[in-house]
């Protein structure tokens, strides 16, 4: 006879934002075993990946690699693969090496003044996909400008979604769900249910509230609602438009279903800079994918996506 499953959830902060994760499990001794494996995985990535800790892997690279090739550890080339694949084929709109406009943005967030165009212009020099160079071969890193900073905000979320699903699946867990900020990535679904209901919060004025069912896959909202800067009446979102080097200024919010969560994460973000019709180009680029886009009518502040593993 087999066990039967019980429903346990938990919640501590990764990558500076709560991360739920429900699992189904035979009982709360495997559940804790197999909960904290996976919030012990997201914290090395956290480590390896993180741009606000000065000991990263990702900020050693770019302290070393400027002008020389510095081999990196499996993962972090994956996810810097994954991400100069998809730089590619949208033209820079998804760019990992922004870093240096990033920062800008979060000084400008502090004092709540726009960088001048002479330190604009310095932290354009220093940004740009072309600048960034991987070697497959050698699974090595070359920068080829100082001061390039990358930047994995809009993708190491989803990656560590994946890699926790990973972690619970090899603790014998099939049906779970993990949350972090605007990522969700499902394993199979609730015992006996045909999915994860996901309620997503209307983003636009109607209020209507719609739900979802995930299973196997991965759910990914961006966009402009939510975190910004507001500077002379202009919002200026966290995510950066590589054309102008300044933070979003229209109100756009993009939804994506992948397979993964490291494709949903990192096309919701592109999606939300090329914004339609352009983003929906990106269905023909990645099998399985659903992109939505939503541009006018907007709510400002949108909550993104609730999980309710309950229903
Ligand atoms: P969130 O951080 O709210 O989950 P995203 O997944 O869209 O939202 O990621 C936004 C983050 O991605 C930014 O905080 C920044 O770190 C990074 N970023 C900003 N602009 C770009 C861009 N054009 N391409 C890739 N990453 C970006
Ligand atoms: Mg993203």
Known sequence: MQTRLQRFEFNQIRMGVDTPIVVYAPDEEHAVRACRAAYTRISALEQM?????ANSELNLLCQ??????????AELFYVLWRAQKLAHQTDGAFDITVGPLVRLWREARRTGKLPDEAALQEARARSGYRLLELSRAKRAVRLHAEGMQLDLGGIAKGYACDSALRVLRQHGIQHALIQMGGDIVAGEAPPGESGWKIALAAPTLDDSTNYLLLKNGALATSGSTEQYVEIEGVRYAHIIDPRTGLGLTRLILARVRARDGITADSLATAAAVLGMPDAKRLERLYKGVRVQVWEAGLRQTATKLTPNGRL
Do not use: F, I, P, Q
């Open 49 to 53: 990946m993180s741009d606000y800790r």
């Open 64 to 73: 070393r690699a400027v002008g020389r090739w510095v081999r990196v550890s």
